[in-house]
């Protein structure tokens, strides 16, 4: 059995202890050096939500139950959590209060992969996984894992923030890969240009809402292009 997780959590209904986290994004290498295809996961299975830590396989009581739902993009688990039980409650209110900080982790059995080649790196394609469990965890292995949002948790402020700090630091990493790619001659691929569309689209969006929003360049050089790919894979 192995691991791999993500940090994105939406708490659905406080009373009810119900979260939605997302815990694996397709299409980018994670710290494994796995890429996880869409359709890896079956969308409706259920799975145990594990005591912190992937704990439940050493014998701690599961935490809750969780629904697995695809999208293009990602893996989610619909996560009830059993508030009528000390673990599941005590978990619960971690989770909500980590908020974005929070990371999530799934163990799985790998039934389909094959080995191949992305963005010039050696890598192991995931193409169907049989998940046993979901577990909150302090790090995870995969890319942009994460709670979404907690009711009460984070103001639109703090969350802003938040996002700045990451994008802030993003650029530096992008900067960082693009000249890597440069340096083997590399260039955007068309999975790549196609998320660069979608998030100009949604930047766009974000300056539409601005009282005074700038004209926006017509083009958009490669460091840009670089840096809003990755965006892409923070925010997707």
């Not at 299409?27 to 830590?53: C, H, L, Q």
Request: proline content about 4%; hydrophobic content about 35%; overall charge negative.
């Amino acid at each position: 059995m192995d691991t791999k997780g993500l940090c994105r959590v939406e708490v659905k209904d406080e009373d009810k202890g119900l979260v939605t986290a997302v815990f694996s994004t397709f299409n980018v290498k994670d710290s494994d050096r796995d890429v996880t295809r869409p359709g890896a996961f079956e969308d409706g299975a259920e799975m145990p939500i594990s005591s912190y830590g992937h704990t439940s396989w050493s014998g701690a009581l599961p935490v809750g139950k969780a629904t697995i739902r695809t999208t293009a993009t990602e893996a989610l688990a619909e996560c009830e959590f059993f508030l009528d039980t000390a673990h599941g409650a005590d978990t619960f209110k971690t989770v909500k209060r980590l908020g974005s900080l929070g990371q999530w982790s799934y163990g799985y059995d790998p039934v389909e992969y094959s080995f191949g080649e992305w963005e010039g790196e050696r890598v192991r394609f995931l193409d169907k996984l049989k998940v046993h469990e979901v577990s909150p965890v302090l790090l995870g292995a995969g890319v942009n894992t994460r709670t979404l949002t907690a009711k009460g948790a984070l103001t639109f402020t703090e969350e802003a923030r938040a996002v700045l700090a990451a994008v802030t630091g993003l650029g530096d990493r992008a900067a960082d890969v693009l000249a890597k790619r440069l340096e083997k001659g590399k260039g955007l691929g068309e999975e790549s240009t196609s998320l660069l569309q979608q998030v100009q689209a949604q930047l766009k969006r974000l300056g539409d809402l601005l009282p005074c929003p700038e004209p926006q360049p017509e083009g958009l050089d490669d460091v840009q292009h670089e840096w809003l790919r990755d965006l892409a894979r923070k925010i997707a």
